[in-house]
């Protein structure tokens, strides 16, 4: 594999740690929302998780397989890697919002 592959495959895996820690905090949010939330997060959660465990596998793979072409390694995780990084901000921003509302509701009622 050229070495220019290799450090954009690096990248790529840097940049999936680093989601790895925003899906924690996720979770974490996830753990202190009510019931009802609560369970809507962990389904978005459960889904973005599967998407996760695709990209580290086709990582995985490209890593392993010296074989194929970098142009089609290279589309395979391009697709994987832009499903995975939109669905992650999508949960981030559901997340928020929820969050706000939330407490939005709860000082509404302090009151």
């Given amino acids: ?3 220019k592959s290799h450090d954009h495959l690096k990248e790529l895996k840097r940049r999936l740690d680093e989601w790895n820690n925003v ?11 009510q019931a009802e939330e609560r ?16 990209v ?3 990582l995985e793979k490209i890593f392993e ?3 194929d072409t970098w142009d089609q390694m290279k589309q395979g995780m391009t ?5 995975f990084k ?6 981030k921003s559901e997340f928020e919002q929820g969050l706000r509302e939330g407490m ?6 302090d009151e």
Avoid: F, H, V
């Avoid at 939109?86 to 949960?91: I, Q, R």
């Fill in 1 to 3: 594999m050229p070495e």
């Fill in 23 to 33: 899906l924690n905090q996720l979770e974490a949010e996830a753990g202190r929302a």
């Fill in 39 to 54: 369970n809507r997060y962990e389904t978005i959660i459960k889904a973005l998780r599967e998407k996760e465990r695709a």
């Fill in 56 to 58: 580290k596998e086709t």
């Fill in 65 to 67: 397989d010296k074989d």
């Fill in 79 to 83: 697709s994987a890697w832009s499903s």
């Fill in 86 to 91: 939109g669905s992650l901000k999508e949960a």
């Fill in 104 to 109: 939005e509701e709860k000082s509404g009622k």
